[in-house]
């Protein structure tokens, strides 16, 4: 592992319970700072695991794992990351200001800080105006930037993102892509993004990660030399369409578009490991 | 603001309406119809009783508020105390919440009598155990069931802060129970309303509510005993009430409590 590395997997396997599913086998992958990697899979094939392992919410069963040049329970600890979810967890009795200032508050900043930092993050996500609104009088795109802005406000090195994007219909998927990249430079954190959607995660990253299920493997790389920024009309690009092409490949050679899976057994051996 | 209180006016007048159509009827009828007293007094005959010998009742409804109050406080705070222990080691959880259920299903107004004689028959205590006893299974299980819906990635939100266990409870759990343990706790006050009344029929003091509409039927003084059970209801509703502004209070963050 080098100095400049954000997050190191080494041979890192998951199998939930006892001779039960293998989740993860032998994964290995190093992450770069400033990155923009996605992981990429059908349902089953562990990239949702993966992402709590690099957070240390699933401990692997076998296999190193190194971010930001520590244990990742270490990195835990002290704040390394900043996490968002398929629903944007925003707590309904906290305004929008208080939900982007809970990390914040967790780690004991002061009230005129906290101020300062949550007005910074809502012009970041352009939400300025919405503070003291509450989390269901915002439409489902503006919940998620919200989320996005509470993950940032502490400036973690690293962002953890499950398929943040899953729930919002196509138009304000794709806003919110070119936004998120748009934050992405600004802030100049290193992201792991989880999704199911080829052309999402080709448009938005740099390195798209291919797994296959059963059990849960790296199946491929794709770099994504699209130039930097990108806009409307990269996806209408032809080099856009060969990238998409070949994560479709990669894909196919391991298998992604013939598993059956379920889609929600993942979720339910996450819920049972963490005891949720 | 002119507009909002014609529109507030506008939502409570149907209300209003039946409320006063059900007095004129309860009246007219038992007016009209020569209703016996012992059936049903007119209103207006028990109000007047009521005014009169208001110091009477007000002390009696007092005397037994205190009791229901008392039970009430008891019962729900270990219900929620014993909520928290279960939602922290959901083992134990599982192991005790099938017997909770069962034990909700049980009339426990039937166990009056024998706490009468565990306390004694003139010891508030004995009454305020049978409304506790009736305020803690419901408590229980609303509590219990608010404390373990908080959705899973929130609690993977907070580890990701690093947060502990107290933390979790206090910043997510906790608020996300809120409203089942209000719905609860309304509940609840109604439950302690008639434990404490229900015990006064087993026998207590002269001075309780129950004694005295039970002492006034007895007698056929049937305007005293629907006097007694006015202020009861009276004080039923206030109770239930207060919960329910603590509740608005507590939660003005929801949007059923948002002011226009």
């Given amino acids: ?276 | 603001m002119t507009a909002a209180v014609t529109r507030r006016l506008a939502d409570w007048a149907p209300a209003v309406v039946v409320f006063l159509l059900g007095i004129a009827l309860w009246e007219g009828y038992t007016r009209g119809a020569d209703v016996e007293q012992f059936l049903l007094p007119p209103l207006s005959e028990i109000l007047q009783t009521l005014w009169e010998d208001r110091e009477t009742f007000v002390s009696a409804g007092w005397f037994t508020f205190k009791e229901a109050l008392g039970g009430f406080v008891i019962g729900c705070s270990a219900a929620i105390l014993v909520a928290l222990v279960l939602a922290r080691w959901r083992g134990l959880g599982r192991a005790v919440m099938p017997y909770a259920i069962a034990a909700n299903a049980i009339p426990i107004i039937a166990f009056a009598p024998i706490t009468n004689n565990w306390f004694g028959l003139l010891n508030p205590l004995s009454k305020m155990v049978i409304a506790a006893v009736l305020c803690f299974f419901p408590v229980l299980v609303n509590t219990l069931r608010g404390l373990t819906s908080v959705r899973p990635s929130s609690i993977e939100l907070m580890r990701s802060y690093a947060c502990g266990e107290v933390e979790i409870f206090r910043r997510v759990r906790i608020p996300t129970a809120l409203p089942f343990i209000f719905s609860a706790l309304k509940i609840a006050t109604v439950l302690a309303m008639i434990g404490a009344i229900v015990g006064d029929y087993f026998g207590g003091s002269q001075e309780a509510l129950g004694i005295l509409i039970r002492r006034s039927a007895g007698i056929f003084a049937f305007q005293e005993a629907w006097a007694a059970i006015v202020v009861a209801s009276v004080l039923g509703i206030l109770f239930y009430g207060s919960v329910a502004l603590a509740e608005r209070l507590a939660m003005r963050w929801q949007p059923s409590a948002r002011v226009e």
Wanted: glycine share 10%; aromatic share 6%; charged share 25%.
């Fill in chain 1, 1 to 276: 592992m080098s100095a400049q590395t954000v997050v190191s997997l080494g041979g890192v396997s998951k199998e939930f319970g006892k001779g039960g599913v293998v989740a993860l086998q032998d994964v290995d992958l190093e992450i770069g700072p400033g990155e923009f990697v996605s992981l990429i899979g059908p349902s089953g094939c562990g990239k949702s695991t993966l992402l709590r392992i690099v957070g240390d919410l699933i401990q692997p069963s076998t296999g190193n794992v190194v971010v930001n040049g520590k244990s990742a329970h270490q990195a835990r600890v002290d704040r390394d990351y900043g996490i968002v979810f398929q629903d944007a967890v925003l707590f309904d009795w906290r305004t929008v200001a208080r939900n982007i200032g809970l990390p914040l508050e967790l780690a004991g900043w002061n009230r005129e800080k906290r101020r300062g930092r949550v007005q910074e993050m809502l012009e970041l996500v352009e939400l300025t105006g919405f503070e003291s609104h509450h989390p269901w009088q915002l439409s489902g795109g503006m919940q998620q930037r919200v989320s996005i802005a509470r993950a940032l406000s502490f400036d973690p090195p690293l962002l953890l993102m499950d398929e943040p994007f899953g729930a919002l219909d196509e138009m304000t998927r794709e806003r919110l892509n070119l936004e998120l990249l748009r934050i992405w430079q600004a802030s100049g954190s290193t992201v792991v993004f989880v999704t199911h959607s080829i052309s999402e995660a080709v448009f938005l990253s740099t390195r798209v990660v291919v797994m296959s299920p059963r059990p849960g493997r790296i199946t491929g790389i794709v770099d994504v030399d699209l130039p930097q920024p990108r806009s409307f009309r990269t996806r209408e690009e032809p080099r856009f369409a060969e990238l998409v092409r070949d994560v479709r490949r990669a894909l196919r050679r391991g298998g992604g578009f013939e598993a059956e899976e379920d889609d929600h057994e993942e979720e339910r051996l996450i819920v049972a490991e963490e005891g949720l």
